[in-house]
């Protein structure tokens, strides 16, 4: 197919919602719903939230809708995106989103895996193991039994293959439409069950009382890491999904939806898991084992523990397959924009990614490692802290300085429609976004 038939031939999203929905679902993963509420409580709970909405607002809503308008007007993929509005070495910035794509992935794919089998635990012996104050040990006998684990993550990445492999239309959109409503109801049964036990309020100040003297430099930089990561911006995500996007759709109020739809997510994760984890006493400074140690415990303890349990984890797999989705997409985009089929797309794609998994699921026994760092952890950290960051400062540089008559004409559809943050949004993206970024990126960058 040449490539005027292909981009005749693009997929697009069926609905507004659709896109939104889908985007959000991307947004929306584990990094709200464990990674927030840990790193809220442990900067200084309500004063860091008003940090990072703030940041959310300004710096991340700006750089995800330059992705949007990058991806709409160009319809292809990250890599190709920047080849077609502006060539010489922008395609360099794909790229490095492809490959955090890749990272990033491999590593999500093990989590998700673990959520998988925590679903399952939940109504086979998690509870009584946990009741018995033994939920750390089995955590730590089931993720250094690497087979096990290895299963886990092939299951979960054989379903975000099998959406991916779907499509647009058939796969990303019609899931992300039926999992994201379903996150929100069970994430509301969840709060409240949680905010009416006894106890309660104890876990509410501790996650929401604001304590300003906590605010550093420090956090700061956490709040945009953190912001960066949880919109999933910086590695043409939001162009790859941009790009489905037909021209009538306005891109400001769809971008603003999903900031909010995330942020609200992460703010009311928060209230799920604090009280209860204060209502039973257990201690809430557990930081990253919250998720995996600590709640099982507090689960066992409730009546009815299995399901609390099970919904839990639920929540997290859903969470955690819309997002990995979208990770797989990126990946998927590039090959299928130079020619492949989306199958063979998913599927390859899908499957290398898991390969690369294999050692970040390995390295939960203590190897292999990189430079002193668990695989795991050291994927991680070049993917979000070192070519996320850097993306987000390109992208930001491209729309602010290189492509900005472009960029307005498509933030305002050609100027049919009015966008009243125009000039805020250039400038933030000329001159606070990279600044901004690049500070975290510097603080940030201790191997
Ligand atoms: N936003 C996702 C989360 O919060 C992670 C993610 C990052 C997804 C980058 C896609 C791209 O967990």
Not at 16 to 35: D, E, H, K, P
Not at 75 to 81: D, F, I, M, R
Not at 373 to 380: I, P, Q, V, Y
Not at 435 to 446: A, P, Q, S, V
Request: hydrophobic content about 55%; aromatic content about 14%.
């Amino acid at each position: 197919m040449g490539k005027m038939a292909q981009e005749a031939h693009r997929e697009h999203w069926g609905s507004r919602i659709g896109f939104i929905l889908a985007a959000a679902g991307s947004a929306v993963g584990l990094g709200n719903i464990w990674r927030f509420p840990y790193i809220t409580g442990k900067y200084g709970g309500a004063a860091f939230v008003l940090v990072y909405l703030a940041l959310i607002f300004i710096v991340g809503f700006s750089v995800m809708l330059a992705e949007m308008a990058i991806g709409r007007k160009a319809q292809l993929n990250a890599v190709g995106s920047f080849q077609k509005l502006r060539g010489g070495a922008w395609p360099i910035v794909g790229w490095m989103g492809v490959l955090a794509g890749f990272m990033i992935l491999s590593f999500y794919g093990v989590i998700g895996g673990w959520t998988i089998k925590y679903f399952i635990w939940s109504f086979s012996g998690l509870m009584g193991d946990a009741a018995a104050g033994k939920a750390g040990d089995v955590f730590g006998a089931f993720v250094t039994n690497t087979p096990q684990v290895i299963m886990y993550q092939a299951i979960f990445m054989l379903i975000t293959i099998w959406v991916v492999y779907k499509g647009i239309g058939e796969g990303i959109e019609k899931y992300c439409k039926i999992l994201m409503p379903a996150l929100f109801v069970i994430l509301l049964i969840l709060i409240v069950r949680s905010v009416t036990l006894e106890g309660a309020g104890k876990g509410l100040e501790f996650y929401l009382k604001p304590d300003f003297s906590k605010l550093t430099g420090e956090s700061f930089a956490a709040a945009l890491g953190q912001a960066f990561f949880s919109l999933s911006l910086g590695m043409g995500c939001m162009i790859t999904y941009g790009s489905y996007v037909d021209k009538q759709t306005t891109l400001p109020g769809a971008a603003i939806q999903v900031c909010v739809i995330d942020t609200m997510v992460a703010i009311l994760a928060g209230l799920a898991i604090f009280p209860a984890v204060f209502a039973f006493g257990v201690d809430a400074g557990a930081g990253p084992g919250l998720t995996f140690v600590t709640l099982p415990s507090v689960f066992a303890k409730m009546a009815g523990s299995s399901i609390w349990s099970a919904l839990f984890f639920l929540l997290l797999f859903i969470a955690a397959l819309t997002s990995a989705i979208s990770l797989l997409e990126v990946v998927a985009a590039y090959v299928i924009d130079k020619g492949w089929a989306r199958p063979k797309a998913a599927v390859i794609m899908g499957l290398l990614i898991f390969a690369l998994g294999v050692p970040s699921a390995m390295s939960l026994t203590g190897a292999p490692k990189i430079a002193g760092k668990d695989f795991l952890d050291a994927m991680d950290f070049l993917s979000s802290n070192v070519l996320l960051p850097l993306g987000g400062v390109f992208i930001a540089l491209f729309v602010g300085w290189f492509w900005t008559a472009d960029a307005r004409r498509e933030v305002t559809n050609e100027g049919t429609h009015s966008f009243g943050m125009m000039e805020p949004w250039i400038w933030v993206c000329r001159v606070i976004a990279p600044l901004g970024i690049l500070y975290i990126f510097i603080t940030g960058l201790k191997w």
